[in-house]
């Protein structure tokens, strides 16, 4: 067992189902602590977070991070029990493997290996840990990101521990996400009978057109970062279930995932010039999810790059797919963030496994980046 599968295997070993902790947060304080770091517990309703800092000078590095994982699903359909990791066939087993509990244990390991060989490095090293990135993520990164702002304590780069990679370890990074805007559309009609549609209006017939050229559109040609923006409807509802009624309204559900080559104010004016093209009358509520965000070129994009060429010989590619994470909400800051993780393929699923010898690896990875960044 190196260090980082026996740190791997204390964190998985507790039930920290989204929004809880399980003492997650304060194992990997009391390992920071001994390595010269002061850390801040941040509790937010009933979301558990910390801070911890190690060094005073700029630039700071920061490894972000989440100790909750979702819920496993019935616990019988997993071959060994989600919570009590082991290594089966060089494959460690267990909720959290992937994501992200083995990137916790590297990203400790990997700092305290740093520390030890650096204890004057430059700059400082800093770790920024939530227990409610599965779950609203209301109280977690983002009222860590408020506390710092107000204090005016800027995260100059981060690296978040999700899950990027693909095929090997390394082989994908991801330098920014695309942004999530959603919507829910009611296209009000006249509800009536079938037989006398002179007398009602329909909202499914006034909105299909709407729709269709909605999904048609072409919103922008995406980048060389970015696939094009797109739309997708998720629900539609409508109708009383008896089939002689015209219903009296059309419930639809969208989202988009948008570039940076057009902004969420632009996707809802185009999509409502389009509705109002069309005539319909209509109440539209928007959320934005997320906004997206790039970290171009720049020392940490290159660092990583260097290091995972250094540790493990391949070139990395860089990426903007897939879901969101807590980098939307640090990015913003001004941050360099990217995402530098194990493999993806079982995260969120009933048997979630990773390579054990992948998060040795991802630890020398992460110490490297610390060496090409801040060694003295
Ligand atoms: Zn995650």
Redesign the pocket.
Known sequence: MTPTLELAFDLMARRSVTPEDDGCQELMMQRLKAAGFDCEPLRFEEVDNFWARRGQDGPLVCFA??TDVVPTGPEANWQHSPFEPQIDNGMLCGRGAA??KGSLAAMVVAVENFVAKHPGHKGSIAFLITSD??GPAKHGTVKVVETLEARNEKIDMCIV???SSTNKVGDVVKNGRRGSLGGVLRVHGIQGHVAYPHLARNPVHQAAPALADLANEHWDEGNAFFPATSFQISNIHSGTGATNVIPGELEVVFNFRFSTEVTADELKQRTHAILDKHGLQYDLDWTVNGLPFLTDHGPLVDAAQQAIKEVCGYDTELSTAGGT?DGRFIAPTGAQVLEL?PCNDT?HKVNERVKAEDLDTLTAMYERILELLLAS
């Open positions: 991070g989440h994501d992200m990135e599965e521990g999700e899950p994470s993780g995260i």
